[in-house]
């Protein structure tokens, strides 16, 4: 099969100048990163009561210390931990009972409902247990998600700053030893993370993550409780926009928490990286084409296909792998070192595989998720194809 000389002139032409704005990019992302990490945010003079909740699914990797981490929080307030499953069997209900046993100071309870209200299990769980929770100020997170001590303080105030609604934080990967979970932390370090503070700096972003929501029991009843999101991919960025719906800014807090990172394979990894792109996609609309520029190295690599190796084509290249070694250390230097990149020789194969996953998200129509296959509809609402 022959290729049209034209075509590959002007797909190269095409891959030079996205390039050269990804390499730009990369380089105001890395000093943009460590600007958003010098700030302390807010303090707080007054400790309002909290309620924790944690929706768990299964014996995931780390979640014991994730839930540790909860009970090792300084925060002066009360705090009650509300922990949930929807399965009287479930593996993660002896790691709270071991919770309760360890801190029996503290007030941590665990609700098992197996009732559902939508296709998105969390949400199910989330309207369950917050029955259950005591106090005006919510704060919820994902439970592959652990905290440090400060986390509460910086958090709730946040959330006492004059009309915010909702404080969520950026996250970055804690992995466990092996090759899939690194590339998985550094898709999260290294893409994720800096795109976000892009964003924010930009104001093209408007996020609101799962590794926390925290906002009021009357602002979450303003916009339909948890029940309003049962059928949302992106739940938490549902909950971000109704929030800002009601005219209250969604605050994102300079401070970072960690996600455990334990895919096991690569199959594992692709179908991880897929569904959370699928629902970038899902939010984003057709600006995710956008994300095109984020890829420099890969953009660079075909353009050597396209020209050959030339002086300028070669100073591209150079300039790609340049410009991603100066945001992994940006990213290491601001976020208080690596959790566990081991150098710079995995970004290659690490940005390959993310232009690999962002080139196929367009071609996604199912994501599988907890034990069930979805359909994603086009709003990004869920549908259920399949039970694992």
């Given amino acids: 099969m022959t290729i049209n000389p034209r075509f590959v002139l002007f797909a190269g032409a095409s891959c030079v100048l996205c390039a050269g704005i990804g390499i730009l990019y990369t380089f105001i992302a890395g000093i943009l990163v460590r600007g958003f990490f010098r700030s302390r945010g807010a303090e707080l003079s007054d400790f309002p009561s909290v309620s924790i909740l944690k929706p768990l699914y299964g014996e995931e990797v780390d979640l014991d210390l994730n839930l540790e981490s909860l009970c090792q929080i300084d925060y002066p307030g009360e705090i009650d931990l509300v922990f949930g499953v929807q399965d009287p069997q479930d593996p993660a209900i002896r790691y709270v009972r071991a919770l309760q046993d360890r801190h029996p100071e503290m007030a941590i309870s665990l609700v098992i409902d197996v009732r559902e209200y939508g296709a998105n299990r969390k949400i199910s769980n989330l309207v369950n247990i917050a029955r259950a929770a005591r106090h005006e100020v919510l704060v919820l997170s994902d439970s592959d998600i652990g905290v440090g001590p400060d986390y509460l303080r910086r958090t709730v105030a946040e959330l006492a700053r004059p009309g915010v609604g909702l404080v969520t934080c950026l996250y970055r990967g804690a992995p466990l030893a092996g090759l899939w979970p690194i590339l998985s932390a550094m898709a999260i370090d290294y893409n994720f993370l800096p795109s976000v503070i892009v964003g924010l700096k930009s104001g093209l972003a408007r996020p609101c993550f799962g590794s926390t929501i925290a906002l009021r029991r009357s602002v979450l009843d303003r916009v339909g409780g ?139 129509e199912k994501v599988s998720w907890r034990g069930r296959r979805f359909r994603v509809r086009a709003n990004g609402m869920l549908s259920v194809t399949q039970e694992h």
């Fill in 226 to 364: 948890f029940e309003a999101f049962a059928d949302h991919l992106a739940d938490d960025n549902a909950i971000g926009e109704a929030v800002r719906s009601l005219g209250l800014e969604v605050a994102v807090a300079p401070m970072l928490v960690t996600h455990s990172c334990a895919e096991q394979s690569l199959g594992a990894l692709l179908n991880h990286e897929l569904r959370w792109s699928r629902t970038i996609l899902s939010v984003a609309g057709p600006s995710f084409a956008g994300m095109i520029a984020t890829q420099p190295l890969p953009l660079t690599l075909l353009s050597l296909w396209a020209f050959g190796f030339t002086p300028w084509t070669e100073a591209l290249l150079l300039a790609a792998l340049a410009s991603r070694h100066f945001l992994r250390h940006q990213v290491n230097h601001s976020a208080g070192g690596s959790l566990g990149d081991p150098g710079w020789w995995l970004m290659p194969l690490r940005d390959l595989l993310s232009f690999a996953v962002f080139c196929a998200t367009f071609f996604v």
